[in-house]
């Protein structure tokens, strides 16, 4: 059964960290591209950021995440992690990670396999 499951939302301060993680099963981690994803309240889900498969040589960032959040993944725990830093009030969103079987860093809503989403809120 393919599965992918999100954690490491919470409430945190603006200003503050947050790294949240997903894991994967069901599939060989490194034949899939991850992306992560989030949605606000009453606004369409946006991808911020995506890794290549295997290695995860190739990542890409949103423009409004760049220099402050980092993706990666660790291929021995099938494990995809999202370091969110100096977060702000317009990062709170449910945040998805998604994996398709793509070698490239893969943008767009293409995925084929989703998680059930993390929330996010940053509010001081």
């Known amino acids: 059964q393919l599965q992918l499951v999100e954690s490491g939302g919470g409430l945190v301060q603006p200003g503050g960290s947050l790294r949240l993680s997903c894991v994967v099963s069901?599939?060989?981690?490194?034949?899939?591209?991850i992306g992560w994803f989030r949605q606000a309240p009453g606004k369409e889900r946006e991808q911020v950021s995506c890794?290549?498969?295997?290695?995860?040589?190739?990542?890409y960032y949103a423009d409004d995440v760049k220099g402050r959040f980092t993706i990666s993944r660790d291929n021995a725990k099938n494990t995809a992690y999202l370091q969110m830093n100096t977060l702000k009030p317009e990062d709170t969103a449910d945040y998805y990670c998604?994996?398709?079987?793509?070698?490239?860093?893969?943008?767009?809503?293409?995925?084929?396999?989703w998680g059930q989403g993390t929330q996010v809120s940053v509010s001081s």
């Open positions: 890794i290549s498969s295997s290695k995860g040589d190739s990542t």
């Open positions: 998604a994996a398709d079987r793509w070698t490239g860093c893969l943008w767009g809503e293409a995925y084929e396999y």
């Open positions: 069901g599939f060989t981690f490194t034949d899939y591209a």
